[in-house]
């Protein structure tokens, strides 16, 4: 039926048409509006235009999803968007993206996606490598960060109760603790809740001053829930928080959770990125010593969503905490691992050819170029803002710069009026963060695109929101 497969000229002018559109996209980005504003009403009204009884064209369907797009989403592809760790993609990866979907390898079995295995084992070697780990490392591509600090979990309740795999809960006969920095990330505490062990079992670990997790504060937590009958399964330790970047002190955090017997895991959601970099790499040692690591491509190895990855050095461990056969899924092959057998996922997509391709044509140095460049962009705005009468808040290496105003140090109400200001006008992005307990404005660079011009018209809309 042709809706399901047009002629093949029907479909070159039609990928010829979305190629144009995609170019524009990119070629449009410095002046879009950053944060269009739509309400919901507005938005379901437009979809009421939709009626599955009546088919649309493709061109006019394709035309129909793009407006809809620019007008209703935060273009997180603008050079001026300072947010969240989303980046504008490259080039190549949404090429990978496209070619993904058109060959739809299904990675659940090794047989079944020979070439898409290898290429996403490769990168995950390739990474744990750049991490310290030997050639005993395993791993594998995640929806997300989320998606692979809740499989440090799983393997970390695996190794601590062998009963578990069996009896489940019912096997844990002693209360099992997970602890994080109070500047981690809150999906701990779903991956917590789902896991079964609770949100009550996670130990925010007080920060010090430069709000990085207090070492001795974790030691006397691990020490007071051993006395008290506890088990200690999990420490993480957050390699770039998501507020402020802040790098826990890896090597020591690794020795707490050593004494303990605890899994240790590095959450280097965004900023793991850094191993690509032999200048930015320094500031993640320690981070060998982990059991494994969270790093999210789909952050500053600007990567369209989704793409996680969970790396490990313990093959054997996760192949035990997600070995599972059946007689409807083809029988491995020798010296390969089955996806679906060492991940939480079973059919998957192929997450890991966008970044395949970009490694590839760009190479490590493009990356380590690019990560260096964005690392310059935030030491520019630091010292624009500091010449503008800003507080620089944090202290990090990696391109995310919190702030506030000196004058006003504790008024949020006052910081989030300048970032709604920024917002409103529509020429950037910014957002508001809290920092053990005061307001903060929060940048960070994640766009490619983001120049030194972009970097002043940001200190300039703040310097017009503050007056
Ligand atoms: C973003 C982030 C996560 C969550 O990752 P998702 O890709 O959003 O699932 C976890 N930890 C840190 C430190 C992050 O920055």
Not at 15 to 23: D, H, N, Q, T, W
Not at 153 to 170: M, N
Request: proline share 5%.
């Amino acid at each position: 039926m042709t809706w399901l497969e047009p002629s093949s000229d029907e479909q070159r002018r039609t990928l010829a048409r979305v190629s144009e559109l995609v170019v524009s996209h990119a070629e449009a980005a410095r002046s879009l509006t950053v944060a269009p504003s739509i309400t919901a009403d507005e938005l379901r009204a437009r979809l009421d235009q939709v009626d599955p009884e009546q088919p649309w064209s493709a061109d006019e369907a394709i035309d129909w999803c793009v407006d809809l797009l620019t007008e209703a989403t935060v273009h997180t592809t603008s050079p001026t968007y300072f947010g969240l760790f989303n980046p504008t993609p490259t080039f190549m990866a949404i090429i990978g993206d496209l070619l993904a979907a058109a060959f739809n390898p299904q990675l659940a079995v090794w047989s079944h996606a020979p070439a898409a295995a290898e290429m996403e084992m490769w990168l995950v070697r390739y990474l744990a490598r750049r991490i310290g780990f030997d050639d005993r490392s395993a791993g594998s591509f995640t929806s997300g960060g989320a998606e692979a600090n809740a499989t440090a979990l799983h393997l970390a309740l695996t190794r601590a109760f062998p009963a578990l795999s069996e009896e489940g809960l019912r096997a844990v006969d002693i209360d099992p603790v997970v602890y994080a920095s109070a500047e981690s990330h809150h999906a701990w505490l779903k991956i917590a809740h789902v896991c079964g062990i609770g949100r009550g079992a996670l130990r925010f670990v007080p920060v010090e001053d430069d709000l990085q997790m207090s070492v001795p504060a974790l030691r006397e937590m691990l020490d007071r829930d051993r006395r008290r009958g506890r088990r200690p399964v999990l420490v993480v330790a957050t390699a770039g928080t998501t507020s402020a970047g802040i790098i826990d002190p890896l090597a020591e955090v690794a020795g707490a959770a050593r004494d303990h017997e605890a899994f240790f895991h590095v959450d280097a959601a965004w900023a793991g990125a850094a191993v690509l970099s032999d200048r930015l790499r320094t500031h993640l040692d320690g981070i060998d010593q982990a059991d494994s690591v969270t790093i999210d491509a789909h952050k500053w190895l600007s990567m369209p969503m989704g793409a996680g990855m969970f790396i490990t050095r313990h093959r054997d461990l996760l192949l035990e905490t997600y070995r599972v056969s059946t007689t409807y899924m083809p029988s491995p092959v020798d010296a390969t691992i089955d996806p679906y057998t060492s991940s939480n996922q079973w059919s998957r997509r192929f997450i890991g050819l966008k970044l395949f391709l970009t490694l590839m044509t760009a190479g490590r140095s493009g990356y380590s170029d690019q990560l260096e460049h964005d690392t310059r962009m935030a030491d520019l705005l630091r010292h624009a803002l500091t010449a503008d009468r800003w507080q620089i808040l944090n202290r990090t290496p990696f391109p995310t710069v919190c702030f506030s105003d000196p004058d006003k140090p504790d008024d949020a109400d006052y910081h989030q009026r300048i970032v709604d200001r920024v917002v409103a006008s529509g020429r950037a992005w910014i957002s508001i963060t809290n920092l053990a307990g005061r307001p903060a404005i929060r940048a960070c660079i994640t766009s490619h695109r983001t120049t030194a011009d972009d970097i002043e018209t940001l200190v300039r809309l703040l310097h017009d929101a503050r007056r």
